[in-house]
């Protein structure tokens, strides 16, 4: 038995098969790759997820979390700590947000965000019965509260918590949102670029428009910047190349690097009649460890110009996608995506490419069976692109 059987086969009798994952086991990464259990090396164009944005193996990200360790890992929010205070400022500076929270998930600054909506509904009129619009194809997170804000059926089916407060209007269409809207509307929460859902950038005439019927109506605009946001599309968060701003937003996945941390994160408006004192908390959530990593990451991201590499690479990317895709039109319908989150849809399942890149050492994703997904490192360079092109190419001709 291999070392990677040997882990897989524990997983498979004591963990709760709530994975599908694919038989690889990694054990270490460096830069654009990571490394089996057995020795076998990837070029890694999922990420973790949109997660490991810096690469992996960043040396200085490790010595800053070390450093961390050595001095204290975690305080409880009773008490203040200096990474936490100084990874506030850096996210609003970021983000253009007035006011933070951070979490340990995603999922969690969802929650905290449609709290913060609900909140603020609350204090203006007193009522508790207020709807969302959120989309259809939407993704959010997986407990309760971002789950009834999520759009897409195979994540809901069997829990429905909010059955009656969440309306879901159709992505790009600027109509379907207007006809949702009722009094008892307090708020819209939409990805700015859709990415679970398979891959979809907001049009700008959409979220404009969205940005500007909240306005009209006293709606609170809510953009889930998880996935698309953190430099992934080409500017810090996605909702920057709109010129938008919402009144909550979202972080999570590379914010953190692999330290799992997440943020949702306002304006003083919002903020002025929102949450307060009692009404939110979380015992890990913006622990010293999670905010060094924070802070770190947003030191790398302006030191190295993370933004302005993705955009000098886009074009690079999406050159190389747009000829795989002309060399198998037969078979790939479109490429679409934004930045480093980049999509091809295919006309068949793409699990066997995905299966077949493995094989030949390069780690790519889905979005819905029929939709390839990459989303690398954002310190990729020409190189890696190439390299992963010549491989896909053959496995797409393969398979
Ligand atoms: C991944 C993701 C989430 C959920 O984040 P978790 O950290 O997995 O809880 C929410 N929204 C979007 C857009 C995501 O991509």
């Known amino acids: 038995m291999s070392n990677s059987e040997k882990y897989m086969k524990l997983e498979d009798e004591y963990t709760l098969q709530t994975y599908a994952r694919f038989p690889i086991v990694i054990e270490s990464g460096d830069g654009m790759y990571v490394t089996d259990a057995d020795g076998k090396k990837y070029l890694d164009f999922a990420s973790g997820i949109a997660v490991y944005a810096l690469g992996y193996g960043n040396r200085e990200f490790g010595d800053a979390l070390k450093g961390q360790i050595d001095l204290v890992i975690h305080t409880s929010n009773l008490y203040y700590n200096e990474p936490a205070s100084l990874a506030a400022k850096a996210f609003c500076e970021v983000s253009g947000m007035e006011r933070v929270f951070f979490t340990n998930s995603g999922t969690e600054a969802i929650e905290g965000a449609v709290k913060s909506a609900l909140k603020y509904a609350f204090s203006k009129n007193g009522s508790d019965d207020h709807e969302i619009i959120a989309f259809d194809h939407s993704f959010h997170g997986r407990s309760l509260g971002a789950l009834s804000v999520t759009g897409n059926a195979h994540y809901r089916e069997g829990y429905t918590p909010w059955e009656g407060k969440v309306r879901f209007a159709e992505y790009n269409d600027l109509k379907s949102v207007e006809t949702l809207v009722n009094e008892k509307t307090c708020a819209v929460i939409m990805e700015t670029v859709q990415g679970e859902g398979g891959i979809h950038p907001a049009e700008p005439e959409f979220i404009k428009g969205v940005r500007k019927l909240c306005d009209d109506k006293g709606l609170l605009l809510i953009l889930d910047e998880i996935q698309c946001g953190m430099g992934r599309c080409g500017s810090m968060f996605a909702f920057e190349d709109y010129g938008i701003r919402p009144d909550i937003m979202t972080s999570a996945k590379a914010l953190g690097c692999g330290i799992p941390v997440g943020a949702f994160a306002m304006t003083q408006k919002v903020a002025d009649s929102s949450l307060t004192v009692g009404d939110h908390g979380s015992t890990y959530g913006g622990n010293p460890l999670a905010c060094a990593a924070v802070c770190e990451v947003l030191r790398q991201y302006k030191e190295k110009d993370i933004v302005s590499h993705v955009r ?45 890149a493995q094989e030949e050492g390069l780690l790519v994703i889905s979005a819905g069976k029929n939709v390839l997904r990459l989303l690398p490192p954002l310190v990729i360079q020409k190189e890696d692109i190439e390299k992963a092109k010549i491989i896909l190419d053959k496995v797409i001709s393969a398979t």
């Open 312 to 356: 000098e690479m886009t074009p690079v990317l999406e050159a190389a996608l747009d000829e795989i895709r002309k060399n198998h039109s037969d078979r790939i319908k479109e490429r679409r995506g934004k930045g480093f989150m980049q999509a091809l849809e295919f006309n068949a399942p793409v699990a066997p490419v995905i299966g077949k």
